[in-house]
């Protein structure tokens, strides 16, 4: 089965700042890459895909980046309703399986 | 409006068995590639199956051979049968959808996600 490793699992920002979350296969997936946003008592939302892909709706402060192994999430002057937990995917081949997480809390 | 609605779930024994309904609105459920996520409380996602538009389905080692996928096109919903069911398979159960003119294994259409709980 392919691994993803997703880090940070937390991190603390303030609004208007800038943050980065990572995700890295333990094998090449190509652009087979989703991101998810998920607030609590919610299902999961989907920002990006096809690694790099805006989703229709989604504000253009989320930007996603890589292919292959790596892949990154960047949010650009974080707003209150950003403050959630973000998943990475891959859906490369069955198991498709996500990131542990990384919680994005209000510092 | 593309929608997709689950039911289904409640509390049942382990050992016991449920079946969730995953109802499409908007789009047909059989030109789509399917997938079933759940989460157990406070937990990550876990993806569980992928039901291709064609009718084959792939499960997660954790649930093969006790929970199947089924199609009723007439009333353009998925099913979750879920058989010798453990604790360790609480949890909220999700159902998404991927248009069929993506590629990339794009599931933009999520359920609102329905709860099992397998107790005692």
């Known amino acids: 089965d392919i691994q993803m490793t997703q880090s940070p699992s937390s991190l603390s920002a303030s609004v208007g700042d800038t943050v980065t979350i990572t995700c890295r296969a333990s094998?090449?997936?190509?652009?087979?890459f989703n991101w998810f946003q998920q607030k609590p008592g919610k299902a999961p939302k989907l920002l990006i895909y096809?690694?790099?892909s805006l989703q229709s709706g989604v504000p253009s402060r989320f930007s996603g980046s890589g292919s292959g192994t790596d892949f990154t999430l960047t949010i650009r002057s974080l707003q209150p309703e950003d403050f959630a937990t973000y998943y990475c995917?891959?859906?490369?081949?069955?198991?498709?399986?996500f990131g542990q997480g990384t919680k994005l809390e209000i510092k | 409006e593309v929608q997709l609605v689950e039911s289904g779930g409640g509390l049942v024994q382990p050992g016991g068995s449920l079946r969730l309904s995953c109802a499409a609105s908007?789009?047909?459920?059989?030109?789509?590639?399917m997938i079933w996520v759940r989460q157990a409380p406070g937990q990550g996602l876990e993806w569980v199956s992928l039901?291709?538009?064609?009718?084959?389905?792939e499960y997660a080692d954790s649930v093969k051979g006790r929970f199947t996928v089924s199609r009723l096109n007439s009333e353009n919903t998925l099913f979750l049968q879920m058989s010798s069911l453990r604790p360790e398979d609480t949890a909220f159960y999700y159902c998404a959808a991927e248009p069929p003119e993506d590629v990339w294994g794009t599931y933009r259409t999520w359920g609102q996600g329905t709860l099992v709980l397998v107790s005692s």
């Open positions: 039901t291709y538009s064609g009718g084959d389905t």
């Open positions: 096809a690694a790099s």
């Open positions: 094998q090449s997936i190509s652009s087979y």
């Open positions: 908007g789009f047909i459920v059989s030109t789509n590639n």
């Open positions: 995917q891959q859906t490369y081949k069955t198991p498709y399986v």
